[in-house]
Each structure stands twice: as structure tokens, then as C-alpha cells.
């Protein structure tokens, strides 16, 4: 009887393929579907946040700031560039938050998949002041990106991408002059060599400063960089060395303060695409800073050095299902030969994360995806990030996301003692990362054929967040004491009339509050509003006008009462010219209308600024 | 039942003199007898007409079309090209009686179910649909509607099969070429890549219509999808525009992805298969209106149920394009689009 039943049940494997086949099938070959299907095809730029994609369609709040954002601006460097987006607060030239937090290190700051946020400090302010002659396009993702990025992507991420050599093929030159005795050059060269595209830039940039806080906040500053492309890999190293007064860096400031800062870097990079459903990366680099502070207070003799290899696979499994792994491996030291301190400081970090993305249908997809970090010094933490995204057939957009990053503490905070005045700041060695949990829903919607909208609505819960608290007499120490809620919304439109006129405007609202004292945060304004016009009327004239509202700041005195920064707005205006086929004309204000602002009490920022200069570029 | 001659019914001619066998005059006259005998064949007469008017709502009843719509599959695409077919037959109020059918089943029971039918005109959408009414309904009026490259399907839209007519999907290939350099004017040479099993007749379509744009066809061969990376290698350098064919050996889903990534990746303009390549990622594309295609389908179906035959309606193509431009591909490789295109343009994406 066994054997009998056996037997049928091979009888039914082997014949049911045959039994349950219908007759000749006309039906669609799945494989080798009819040509007209495969204009039906849904299509879409699917990719982890790593890699280039789709911005509609990415897991993450995404702004992009594009290269001919950036000419029509008259940005000068990368926070100027970004200063007008929602949700993100700068100051003056350097310095940044986005939605109510930031300041430095809790902001990654990544050039071509390079972390730049200072080994030392974990912040990049020097870093906003970079020139953009080189830039290609920068993108700032919003909230927390720990799963994929780990330390420092806290607040958000901005992310820079450098220009290729095809689409800066030939000679481009732009000389600037202005007041305050500013002088900047910026010189690109890329050249298409077959199989090896080279690109080199080099600027120079000096103003004698706007003697806000005192009079030697003069600034020079020159960068080289260069990049190759070709056979897969990507090659590129730069040197900057800048001088500069210490209103950037704090302390007291005497005519014989000066600072000296030499970064430089070398990084390669492979992509291959295996198979059209399989790719590989890899990357490995070192970056260097030296930040020689001479100051009353202290000297400051800080050399860093990272070094950091990665490599990531992203394989296709089916039509629906994508997936993203890789690994992280950094190595930080600081040497600190300050008077101060001396000592030198190293960690290491080890990271893993994965990413998946599943079309769960052709409108609906969710990513979800996990990292894990070890760093030697301040311990493991992991990370997850869930997404849905969802295209309607109106054209609009759902976004919403849960995600968790932390910041691990820099080594600022753990191996020195800073003096500050009287009062002396104590390392804490033992502190442990700053974490923050993240909601977040976005919907865009394509309002008419010239005009989408926005709507951001967001709620951020950090926990461990380090506080300076007083521990006897006149010393300070850092403890993570701190619970803050970051709530907001932004309301956006973008829009473009023909191809003479662009637009945008937003407004953000930013409640940001301690949870243990019901303070707000302080610097963080409850209310911006920024809106920007360029007029392009033809090819050899741009005009454009951007402005910001910044609401009041709340603060804190010197006494430690509360107090609040006034409300300013300002506006900048700009404008390109045609003389030639090969030269422009350029011109821009910032700050027509001289607002008085600050960045933090007694931080004055600067006034109006005029640039004008000569842009020359040949083929 | 048809009357050779319109009589009025109080004439008085009598029946006999339109006997074939009888000569006038020589009816039987019998005195008293002729009267009765007219008034009865006029009454007669009176009966029958009366009989055929009867009939007539009875006989336009009989007289319904039937038509099966047959389409490759149930989607949206179709469904759309499908209504615009209806809508047509219903403006120009014909009585038709439909039934649709898709592709899904098997090619016996679809044959017999049709056979069963006895349509009058066969609407395959969709070239799977299309070459199986070819293949099974010889004798059978088609109008076909939504097949790209109808050659492909064994209908040669110059000498198609006599009972054969319809709207193809094609957009004239030079008029695509027109658009290119319309959007990026400085295009010299324009790429491709296509299997020459797949799509070799339209490559060859192709360079004629580039000699007659005035560019350079750099048409790349390949047998598998896993020789696109290969070939998209470097074509950045060779070619101004990627242009594309609606080949399923170039155009996997996993290959689609990586062209269009690669395109943006090295700022080469692409013109996608459609609207959707455009949102995908390709800088422009040209679409359809699949309701419009039903529509003029059901145009050419009219004609031929009221007599017109087939082979006297020459294959269309889609009389109603849209251009559709992605203007964040477009900051993406540093191109400027022509003011003129933007406005022309029926879709801009940001």
C-alpha cells in the first residue's frame, strides 16, 4: 500500500506539469514580452541612498542643490549654497544645523563618499567655507541616516559631489574682487583623455576680514585638487592650507591670534557593474588636518589623521527586491601637541549595514535596512532605518520613514581639557554616543505642469544628548545629561514658468525643546521662511534674488539668563552676464540691506558684501 | 426580399403584364371577373408590403456587428485603447454587440470561443493578440491597435494581409530624430543598442531616417543582456544621444536600470520608450494616447463593417504624441533645454 502511494505520488510529480498545462498557450512570454509591454514597463531609478537615484523616488528627504543652482546664486561656498532650504539653519559663512540640530559633528559632511567632519572636534565648520568651482552638485538629506552612514549622520547629511572631467571638459576661470579687500580665484581644467578624464582645480581666496570681533579675522586660503576617471576607478587627492583669525574658533582674541590649518587627502575609488544586476564599489582613503592655533588662551597644535576602507555590494534579486551590504572600516588618531594637552588619541570603528528594497507594488516600496558600528573607544551601536515610499497616479508622492542614528562623542570631549577664560572645560572619558529616533512623513505633489509642493511634517527624540554642566569652582565637564524633542513642518513650492523663470519658496516651522528644563533649544528660530526668483530671459543674462527670514533665536546671556536673538532677514541678489561667447560677467550682494545679525551672542555675522568678476570659459 | 420595379399600390396594371410568360393583351378579360380579380391582388399587395415594413425593426435588429476586442493582457494601457474603441463605434452610433477576450487563455478554447461567436471584425490590442488573430482568422475582417512594430507580428505595415488594417504604436522614427535635435541640438551621432533578432528591421528603418535627419546611426549589436555593460562602455564619448529601440534583449528589467543609471552617471542625454522611461530617469521620451489609438481603430472599423474593405485602409500610426521632459535629468548632465521645447512640451518633470 506504501509503495502504491509512492508511487501515485511520483506518477503526479512527474505528470502534472503535463496534466496541468493548458493547450498551446498564446499568452505573453514573460521573458520576451511584446515590444509595445515594454513601454508599459514601470520604471524606476531604483537604489540604495548610496548610490546615484532618483530623488522623487528615494528613501530619505532629499534637497539637491545643482550646479546651475549654484551659478545662478552666487553662492560662494557650501553653506551659502544650502542656506535656503528648508529646515536648514546657517550662519554666516560656516556653521549649520538642520531642523533645530547640528552644530558640527552632528552633521556629516561627505565629499565623493569622504567623511570630512574633523577627526578632533567631529565638526567641519571649516569645511563650509570650501570654494565650489569644483562642486557638482550638493545634496543635504534630512534627519537621521545612521543606518547607512553610522557616526556624525545625526541631524543629516550633506553631501557633496565634486565635478567629473566630461562635464567640466576645457579651461574655466573665474576671478572675483570685492570689499573688504576680497580676492578669489578659481581655476577648473578637465580634460578628456579616451580612457583616463582628468580634472584639476585650483583657487585662492583673501579678505582682510569684516573686523567684526576684532581686527585680525583676515582670511587666506588656497586649495589644489585634482581627480582622475578611467577603467573603473576614480582617483583624487587635494591640499588646502588657510590662515586665518580665531572669531571661528573661540578663545580671546588679541592682534597677535592667528590660526594656521593645512588639510589634505588622497582617495581612490572602484565601481564595476559585474553583471546588470550586480555591482560592487570600494573605496579607501586618507585625509589629514593640522590646525595650528596660537592664542592667549591656549595654543592649539592638532593633528589628525583617518584612514577608512569600505566596500559595498548591490545585487538585484528579482524585478521587485533589491539589496544593498557592506562594510566600514576607520581608523581616527589625533596628536595634540597643544601646550595644554599633549597626547595622542586613536579609535578605531568597525561597521556592517545592510539595506533592502522591496516594490512591493509597482507604486508602493519599503526599504528597510540596519548598521552596525563598534568603535573601540565609545562602544557598539546599532541602527535600523524603515521606509515606505508611494507614487500615486496623481503624480504625488508619500514618504514615511522611522530611523535612529547617534553621535559618538568626539575626541575633543573625551582626551582634552579646553581652557576657556576662567573657566576650564574637562575631558569625560566616559560619555557614551547622543542618539536620536526619528518620524518623519513627506508628500510631494506635482500641483500643475509648472509647480510641485511640499508638505514635511517631523518629530525627533534625542536622548544622551552632551551637556556642559558646572562640577566645582570654575570647571565645567560633559555628561550626557540631555533629552530634547525636535518637532517641525515644512511647507515648500518649486516652480518654473517657461524657461526664463524659476521659483521657490518654503517655510519652516522648528519647535525645538529640552525635555528635562522645557526650554526651548537654544539658536534654533521657531520660524524661517526663505524664497528665491532667476530670471533667465534669454542665454546671456541671469538674474537672481534670494532672501531669508529667520524668526527670533532664543538664548542664553553670558550671565545665563534667557534671552533671545532678534528676528533679520536678509537678501542676497545676483547676476551673469554674456560679453562674449566665452566670458561672463558676474556680480553679486549679499546682504543688500546691511542686515545686523548674529550668530550667537557676540557672534556678529557679516554685513553687505559686493563681489563682481570675470568668468572665462574655453572648449 | 427585393420588388424589381417601385409600383404604386393603386395602379392598374394588372399583374399579368409583368408575367414573363404572358404578352400584353393577352390577359383573359372576362366581363364581370377582372374587377374581383384586381381588388384581390391589390389587397394582396397591401399585405405583403405591409408584411415587409413589419419586418423591418425585426431585420435591423438581426443585423447588430459583433466584434471581439481581443487584447494581450488586462492592463491599464489597453483597457484605455480598449474604451477609446468603444467610444468610437458608440459616436458613430453603429449597433454592435462586443465581447472581449485576452490573451490569457488557451489558444483551442480562444479559437472555438471566437469561431463560436462568428464576429463580424476581430480588434486584436497588443501584438501577441495581434499575430494570433493573423494566424487563426484568415477570413476574418482585423483591425489591430497598440502593436509596436507590427512587422514583428507578420504584418507588414506597407503590403499587410489583405483582410488586415490597423493603428500601430510607432512614432515615426525621423520625427523622433526630429525631436532629439530639437532637445539637443548640437547631436551629431546618435546611439543605439538593439538585437538585430529583436529589432534589426527597425535599426534598418532607423539609419534611413538618420540619413534624412542629417546624423550619424552608431547602432551597437548585442546577442544578451549581459552584454550591455559592455557596450554602453564609453558611448558617451562616441555618442551625443543615446537613443533607444523597444527591445526586450536590451531592455530587461535589471538592464533598464543600469542604462539609464549609466546615461545620467555620464551626462548622456536619453531619450526613453516612454512616459514612464522619462520618469524613471531618461531625459525625454514621446508618448501616446492609447484612448486616441482605440479611437481611430474604431474609425477604420466602421468604415470596413459598412463595406470598406480592409486592404483599402492603409496602416496608421498614432495621430496624437506628447513630449515629455525631465528637467532633473536635465540640471543632473548640464544640459539646457530649449525654451521652445519646454513650451511644447505636455509633461515637465522636476
Known amino acids: 500500500m506504501k509503495n502504491a502511494v509512492v508511487i501515485l505520488y511520483a506518477v503526479l510529480i512527474f505528470t502534472a506539469p503535463a496534466v496541468l498545462a493548458q493547450d498551446e498557450q498564446p499568452g505573453v512570454d514573460e521573458k520576451n514580452p511584446p515590444p509595445e509591454e515594454l513601454l508599459f514597463r514601470n520604471v524606476s531609478v531604483v537604489s540604495a541612498a548610496k548610490k546615484v537615484q532618483q530623488r522623487s523616488e528615494a528613501p530619505a528627504a532629499i534637497s539637491v542643490i545643482t550646479r546651475q543652482d549654484i551659478e545662478s546664486s552666487g553662492a560662494r561656498t557650501i553653506a551659502e549654497a544650502i542656506q535656503f532650504i528648508a529646515g536648514v539653519n546657517v550662519f554666516g559663512l560656516q556653521g549649520a544645523n538642520i531642523r533645530g540640530v547640528g552644530s558640527g559633528s552632528r552633521i556629516l559632511l561627505l565629499v565623493d563618499g569622504r567623511r570630512c567632519n574633523d577627526v578632533f572636534s567631529g565638526g567641519f565648520e571649516d569645511g563650509l567655507e570650501r570654494p565650489l568651482t569644483k562642486v557638482e552638485r550638493i545634496e543635504v538629506i534630512k534627519g537621521p541616516a545612521s543606518a547607512l552612514y553610522g557616526t556624525n549622520a545625526f541631524a543629516g547629511i550633506i553631501n557633496v559631489i565634486t565635478r567629473r572631467p566630461l562635464t567640466a571638459r576645457g579651461l574655466e576661470v573665474h576671478a572675483r574682487a570685492g570689499n573688504f579687500s576680497t580676492r578669489a580665484v578659481e581655476t577648473t581644467w578637465g580634460n578628456d583623455g579616451g580612457n583616463v578624464d582628468t580634472l584639476f582645480s585650483l583657487s585662492g581666496y583673501s579678505d582682510r576680514g569684516h573686523d567684526l570681533r576684532g581686527t585680525n579675522d583676515d582670511v587666506r586660503a588656497l586649495e589644489f585638487f585634482g581627480k582622475a576617471e578611467g577603467y573603473g576607478f576614480t582617483v583624487s587627492g587635494g591640499l588646502r592650507p588657510s590662515k586665518r583669525g580665531v572669531p571661528n574658533i573661540g578663545g580671546n582674541l588679541t592682534p597677535t591670534s592667528s590660526s594656521r590649518r593645512t588639510d589634505s587627502f588622497g582617495h581612490v575609488q572602484y565601481a564595476r557593474e559585474l553583471r546588470p544586476e550586480w555591482s560592487v564599489y570600494s573605496q579607501l582613503y586618507f585625509q589629514r588636518e593640522h590646525l595650528d592655533l596660537r592664542d592667549p588662551s591656549g595654543d592649539l597644535d592638532i593633528r589628525d589623521l583617518r584612514i577608512e576602507a569600505e566596500a559595498r555590494t548591490h545585487y538585484r534579486l528579482s524585478e521587485r527586491n533589491e539589496f544593498t551590504a557592506g562594510i566600514e572600516l576607520r581608523r581616527d588618531r589625533t596628536t595634540d601637541d597643544s601646550t595644554a594637552v599633549q597626547g595622542r588619541f586613536r579609535s578605531t570603528n568597525k561597521s556592517i549595514f545592510v539595506e533592502d528594497e522591496l516594490r512591493v507594488t509597482n507604486r508602493v516600496r519599503l526599504t528597510a535596512g540596519v548598521r552596525a558600528d563598534d568603535n573601540s573607544v565609545f562602544g557598539s551601536s546599532v541602527n535600523p532605518r524603515v521606509g515606505v515610499v508611494a507614487s500615486l497616479p496623481t503624480g ?224 | 426580399m427585393t420588388r424589381d420595379r417601385s409600383v404604386p399600390l393603386s395602379s392598374s396594371v394588372s399583374l399579368r403584364s409583368t408575367s414573363p410568360c404572358g404578352q400584353p393583351g393577352n390577359a383573359h378579360h372576362r366581363g364581370t371577373e377582372k374587377p374581383e380579380r384586381n381588388g384581390a391582388a391589390k ?238 530617469g531618461a531625459l525625454f521620451a514621446l508618448g501616446q494616447d492609447f484612448v486616441d489609438i482605440g479611437r481611430a481603430a474604431a474609425e477604420s472599423a466602421v468604415r470596413i463593417l459598412a463595406g470598406t474593405p480592409p486592404s483599402a485602409l492603409p496602416i496608421s500610426t498614432p495621430r496624437k504624441t506628447s513630449l515629455i521632459v525631465n528637467m532633473r535629468v536635465a540640471e543632473e548632465i548640464g544640459l539646457r533645454i530649449p525654451e521652445d521645447v519646454i513650451r511644447k512640451a505636455s509633461r515637465i518633470i522636476r
Do not use: C
Request: net charge neutral; proline share 6%.
Open chain 2, 43 to 280: 389587397a394582396l399587395f397591401l399585405l405583403a408590403a405591409l408584411f415587409i415594413v413589419s419586418l423591418a425593426p425585426t431585420a435591423t435588429a438581426q443585423t447588430r456587428s459583433r466584434i471581439v476586442i481581443l487584447k494581450n493582457r488586462n492592463m491599464e494601457q489597453f483597457n484605455l485603447a480598449a474604451e477609446g474603441f468603444k467610444r468610437g463605434l458608440q459616436q458613430a452610433k453603429i449597433p454592435v454587440l462586443i465581447v472581449e477576450y485576452t490573451m490569457t487563455e488557451g489558444a483551442r478554447e480562444l479559437t472555438a470561443k471566437i469561431n463560436q461567436f462568428k464576429p463580424d471584425l476581430i480588434a486584436p490590442l497588443g501584438s501577441t493578440a495581434a499575430t494570433f488573430a493573423r494566424e487563426q482568422f484568415g477570413h476574418i475582417p482585423i483591425v489591430f491597435a497598440m502593436v509596436l512594430y507590427p512587422s514583428m507580428s507578420g504584418i507588414d505595415p506597407i503590403k499587410p494581409p489583405p483582410n488586415i488594417t490597423g493603428v500601430s504604436m510607432d512614432i515615426p522614427i525621423l520625427r523622433q530624430f526630429q525631436t532629439i535635435l530639437s532637445i539637443v541640438p548640437r547631436t551629431r551621432t546618435i546611439a543605439v543598442l538593439y538585437d538585430p533578432r529583436q529589432t534589426g528591421r527597425v535599426i534598418e528603418d532607423a539609419r534611413e531616417a538618420a540619413r534624412a535627419a542629417g546624423v550619424e546611426l552608431l547602432a551597437i549589436q548585442i546577442r544578451s543582456e549581459k552584454d550591455v555593460p559592455a557596450a554602453m562602455q564609453g558611448l558617451e564619448r562616441r555618442a551625443d544621444v543615446l537613443w533607444t529601440v523597444a527591445d526586450s534583449t536590451v531592455f530587461t528589467p535589471a538592464t533598464t536600470e543600469f542604462i539609464i543609471v549609466y546615461a545620467m552617471q555620464h551626462d548622456l542625454p536619453m531619450m526613453g520608450l516612454s512616459a514612464e522611461f522619462a520618469d524613471g
Open chain 1, 396 to 619: 504625488t508622492i508619500v514618504k514615511g520613514f522611522y530611523g535612529r542614528a547617534f553621535r559618538g562623542p568626539d575626541f575633543v570631549l573625551l582626551f582634552t581639557d579646553i581652557q576657556l577664560g576662567v573657566f576650564r572645560l574637562v575631558r569625560n572619558p566616559n560619555l557614551k554616543p547622543e542618539r536620536v529616533t526619528s518620524m518623519e512623513v513627506e508628500v510631494t505633489h506635482p500641483v500643475s505642469p509648472w509647480l510641485d509642493a511640499s508638505l514635511n511634517v517631523y518629530r525627533n527624540s534625542l536622548r544622551d544628548l552632551i551637556a556642559v554642566v558646572f562640577t566645582s569652582g570654575t570647571n565645567l565637564t560633559y555628561v550626557n545629561r540631555g533629552e530634547a524633542s525636535a518637532n517641525g513642518v515644512e511647507v515648500g513650492v518649486h516652480g518654473q514658468l517657461g524657461n526664463e523663470l524659476s521659483f521657490f519658496s518654503n517655510f519652516a516651522y522648528q519647535d525645538a525643546e529640552d525635555d528635562t528644563t522645557g526650554a526651548s533649544i537654544a539658536l534654533v528660530p521657531s520660524r524661517t521662511v526663505n524664497a528665491g526668483l532667476t530670471y533667465r530671459p534669454g542665454e546671456t543674462l541671469t538674474v537672481g534674488v534670494f532672501g531669508k527670514y529667520v524668526g527670533p533665536r532664543p538664548t542664553t546671556d553670558l550671565a545665563g539668563r534667557p534671552t533671545s536673538l532678534p528676528h533679520y532677514y536678509k537678501v542676497d541678489v545676483s547676476l551673469t552676464a554674456r560679453l562674449r561667447e566665452n566670458l561672463d560677467l558676474t556680480a553679486a550682494i549679499y546682504n543688500i540691506f546691511d542686515a545686523v545679525y548674529e550668530r550667537s551672542l557676540g557672534s556678529p555675522q557679516y554685513r553687505t558684501q559686493a563681489l563682481i568678476g570675470l568668468r572665462y570659459r574655453a572648449w
